[in-house]
């Protein structure tokens, strides 16, 4: 689907799950300002001198503010965060970006990230979010790299454009989910599990009496017979609800 000279990588990474973006970072670092994607360095092939990482105090990650309606999630928690910072990375969150989530510039600031200004925030060496960038979001990642859910089959245009820039992209939603070691990385599975459940909440409402059902003194209460279709990581999670 790429051609050889494609700086786009697709891996995954679970989304407000700083351990993860971790594991991810410290796989990738050799990645970070190849001019290619390249081999492991013990696996340099045909004697190619390896790739030197950057040290991580020497690399920004700049935290996005979603902009697509109804979308209250953001990439990073503050407790993630922390852990990134922890691992010396420089972290700037754009102002309000947790907002939504319930998560307040101060709570970023307190564990040793900065607030900035959307623009500030994307200049950074790493930029993370959820949703796919716009074509005019894309072109300010520039040659840098962008840590995101891409949908790739939907969104040929924008392969070819991160293509055009030379940009390094790291695609949560394309990571092969039966590796068990990838599975924390998985966006899609952590998602359509809330989904599942959230889909439960919303027929409940919908359908107007007791799911369960109730035998008291005021009277009999039949409980509700329910059809899940589907038996994937949604539908187990409805039938679990």
Not at 13 to 35: E, K, V
Not at 192 to 204: C, K, L
Request: hydrophobic share 45%.
């Amino acid at each position: 689907m790429c051609s050889s000279d494609l700086r786009i990588v697709l891996w995954a990474g679970l989304i407000c799950s700083g351990n993860a973006l971790l594991a991810t970072l410290h796989r990738s670092a050799p990645l970070l300002r190849s001019p290619y994607p390249v081999a492991p360095r013990h696996a340099s092939p045909l004697g190619e001198a390896s790739v030197t990482s950057i040290p991580y105090e020497d690399l920004t990650i700049g935290v996005i503010q979603e902009d697509k309606p109804l979308e209250k999630r953001v990439a990073q928690s503050p407790d993630s965060v922390a852990l990134l910072v922890k691992a010396k990375f420089k972290v700037v969150v754009e102002k309000g970006a947790g907002v939504l989530s319930e998560f307040s510039d101060d709570q970023y600031e307190a564990v040793g990230a900065t607030v900035v200004s959307s623009a500030e925030a994307w200049k950074s060496d790493i930029v993370i979010k959820i949703n796919p960038p716009s074509s005019s979001q894309a072109k300010l990642v520039g040659d840098r790299t962008l840590i995101s859910q891409i949908n790739p089959a939907n969104n040929a245009a924008l392969l070819t454009q991160f293509e055009q820039q030379g940009s390094t992209v790291f695609a949560l939603d394309c990571i092969p989910r039966m590796l068990s070691r990838g599975q924390t990385f998985d966006t899609l599975s952590s998602q359509t599990n809330i989904a599942g459940y959230r889909a439960v909440i919303e027929a409940s409402n919908s359908f107007g009496r007791f799911f369960a059902g109730q035998m008291t003194a005021a009277g009999r209460v039949p409980p509700a017979k329910i059809l899940v279709l589907g038996c994937g990581v949604a539908g187990l999670a409805a039938v679990q609800t």
